[in-house]
């Protein structure tokens, strides 16, 4: 069945590169995603990657897509406690549904 | 652009009580709208998919009964907790698609807390 693994815990220093991992089942995904989730707030859209391309750049953040290997990577140069909260990478599936994983949770320590 | 609205932010309610939470998509006509809930450190769980002018479709599990959804415009859906017990307390996220890159676009969340 559809599946997305992440871990479930990341802890950098401030400066430092993130990066965070996500492998998943479904080869048919058209497009792949990246969310952010601070605490008590919605998801927003960190960028997404269309599953031809093998990697996407938007300032600070860089998406490596493997389809090979089905994994799906997000590096955040120079992180910021700013960028402390939890990120959810999804696929979707032929029904346009999104299948999330379980999201990392980034700490930054000063 | 693509922003998206819920109202309301977090919500108290009585057991027995229904509670109408609203999602709009502010900026862009959502051709699909989708309502998840979110259980505290857990990932987002697909409740339904709800396309304006026809019936949700509910994923295996969901009471239809129970949650009431309605979406009638291209900017507008609602989700209605029907005789809402503690149980039901959660976190409740809408989302919204215009269609581009399948892309969907997140509300801000619903606490619900029933006592």
């Known amino acids: 069945g559809e599946d997305v693994e992440q871990s479930l815990f990341l802890s950098v220093r401030e400066g430092d590169s993130s990066v965070i991992n996500c492998t998943y089942t479904?080869?048919?995904?058209?497009?792949l995603y990246w969310y952010k989730q601070e605490p008590g707030a919605g998801l927003q859209l960190l960028t997404y990657i269309f599953s031809n391309m093998d990697m996407k750049q938007d300032q600070r953040l860089t998406v490596l897509l493997n389809k090979k290997d089905k994994h799906l990577s997000l590096r955040i140069a120079d992180t910021q406690t700013g960028d402390s909260a939890i990120y959810f990478c999804?696929?979707?599936?032929?029904?346009?549904?999104?299948?999330f994983g379980q999201g990392t949770e980034l700490s930054v320590k000063p | 652009g693509a922003v998206v609205s819920q109202h309301p932010s977090w919500v108290i309610c009585k057991s027995g009580t229904s509670v109408k939470i609203e999602c709009r998509s502010l900026?862009?006509?959502?051709?699909?709208m989708f309502w998840y809930r979110q259980f505290p450190k857990q990932s987002l769980m697909l409740m339904a998919t709800s396309n304006e002018g026809s019936k949700a479709t509910y994923e295996q599990g969901v009471e239809k009964d129970k949650f009431l959804i309605n979406h009638a415009s291209l900017t507008l859906s609602t989700l209605t907790v029907t005789s809402a017990h503690p149980e039901d307390s959660s976190f409740y996220i809408c989302?919204?698609?215009?269609?581009?890159?399948?892309?969907?676009?997140f509300g801000p969340g619903t606490r619900l807390t029933v006592l």
């Open positions: 479904d080869s048919s995904s058209t497009y």
């Open positions: 900026d862009f006509q959502a051709t699909t």
């Open positions: 989302s919204a698609t215009s269609g581009r890159a399948d892309t969907q676009y």
């Open positions: 999804a696929e979707n599936n032929q029904g346009g549904k999104l299948i």
